[in-house]
């Protein structure tokens, strides 16, 4: 290795290198691309159209006829729902750094996790959004650029569904397509049931208990949806769900009516995976439960759906139907069990790759 970090190669043969026997090449890199779902530029509805557009047009999200599903997209739901999510991102939003809190979380983790793999030459840590900014093939090309010939993409799901996991591999593979000397690559797994990732959970949510002057009765692990139809079709993502939570009830010590398992966020007609998180909570609301916890395991970072669904939305209606004790656990976010988590299943993909 010379002083400029750049390999120098004796080439074996003339015809491997026709025009020179002694070439200098870039040193390998290895890179580590974190992915999460996206997040529209701004609130505003051009902003939210755009983002909203890319979304829900996405096959593996939506998974309609287009002839059925256009008509609704482009006569109704870019009308109306831009106004609607625009207002709900409002007041979420991360004003300081004038973006949604889970592009502000995804740009801090590979910020730390480039910390923490200092101890390792030549990894360049980037991240990427499945929709919106910065795009995972703006990425993978300054990855690219970078001299990284070897690359580990990390979508940021814990359970794996075809509507998250599946259509980041899809749109990394689909950037891929496009080069010439493609990079050698691994994709991390779901990781439902992995060690570091209950525990930290279990840990993350000791410690909020720890601060609260109540005790709930009940605490709700509430994931995000997917219709049933999808499930129904071979999505292993409600038993990957089911699989966290019983994990985490066994390392907490609690029954299955202590810690409940509901799903949020439906969007349209068909049913979803239920019990559905909103009922639920009215419901234990209305039966006399007076102190209840929620927090979102299939969410690696916070985000509208747990700030916004959880942290408002669903309080509010709690305490509309009589309960009177509500709290909502942070996502594991960029925090020392959060990166811990994050740091394990990148070094177990690196090895082989890097000393
Ligand atoms: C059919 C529609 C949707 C499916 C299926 C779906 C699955 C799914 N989504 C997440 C994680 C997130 N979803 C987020 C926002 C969001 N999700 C949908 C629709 C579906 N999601 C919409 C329309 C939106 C936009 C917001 C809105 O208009 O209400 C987010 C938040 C993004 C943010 O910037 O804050 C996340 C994260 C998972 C894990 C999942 C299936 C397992
Ligand atoms: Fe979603
Ligand atoms: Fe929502």
């Given at each position: ?28 890199k ?18 939210m ?14 998974e ?35 973006e ?18 200092k101890?390792?030459p ?12 910065p ?49 050698a ?20 949510i ?17 994931y ?14 409600p038993?990957?769900?089911?699989t ?63 700030l ?32 811990s988590?994050?740091e ?12």
């Amino acid at each position: 290795m010379s002083a400029t970090g750049r390999t120098r190669v004796k080439r074996a043969s003339a015809a491997e290198a026709p025009c020179a026997n002694d070439i200098v090449l870039p040193t390998p890199k290895v890179g580590v691309l974190l992915v999460n779902l996206g997040t529209p530029d701004g609130t505003d509805f051009t902003s939210m159209r755009r983002y909203l557009k890319e979304f829900l047009s996405d096959k593996r999200v939506i998974e309609w006829p287009r002839a059925i599903w256009y008509p609704v997209l482009y006569g109704i739901v870019l009308n109306t729902r831009p106004t609607k999510s625009g207002s709900n991102y409002e007041r979420i939003w991360n004003r300081e750094k004038n973006e949604s809190p889970l592009r502000t979380f995804t740009h801090s983790q590979a910020e730390k996790l480039s910390g923490v793999l200092k101890d390792q030459p030549n990894i360049v840590v980037d991240w990427a959004m499945r929709y919106g900014q910065p795009s995972i093939e703006t990425v993978l090309t300054r990855l690219r650029e970078q001299g990284c010939q070897r690359i580990v993409m990390f979508p940021l799901y814990p359970q794996y569904s075809a509507t998250t996991t599946a259509t980041v591999n899809d749109k990394f593979f689909e950037a891929l397509m496009k080069t010439r000397f493609m990079p050698a690559v691994r994709t991390v797994p779901s990781y439902e049931d992995e060690p570091v990732y209950i525990d930290a959970l279990a840990r993350s949510i000791e410690k909020h208990l720890a601060t609260l002057d109540f005790e709930p009765e009940v605490v709700i692990a509430s994931y995000h949806g997917i219709p049933q139809s999808y499930a129904k079709r071979g999505d292993p993502y409600p038993s990957h769900c089911l699989t966290t939570s019983r994990l985490l009830r066994e390392r907490l010590g609690w029954d299955e009516k202590k810690l409940q398992t509901c799903f949020q966020s439906r969007f349209g007609p068909e049913e979803w995976l239920q019990p559905y998180t909103d009922k639920t909570i009215e419901q234990l609301a209305r039966d006399g439960v007076k102190s209840i916890a929620v927090f979102n395991p299939g969410f690696v970072s916070d985000c509208l759906e747990t700030l916004d669904e959880i942290g408002n939305e669903a309080a509010e209606s709690f305490h509309e139907h009589g309960g009177v004790n509500f709290s909502h656990i942070p996502c594991l976010n960029d925090s020392a069990e959060g990166m811990s988590v994050i740091e394990t299943l990148v070094r177990r993909e690196l090895q082989g790759w890097v000393r």
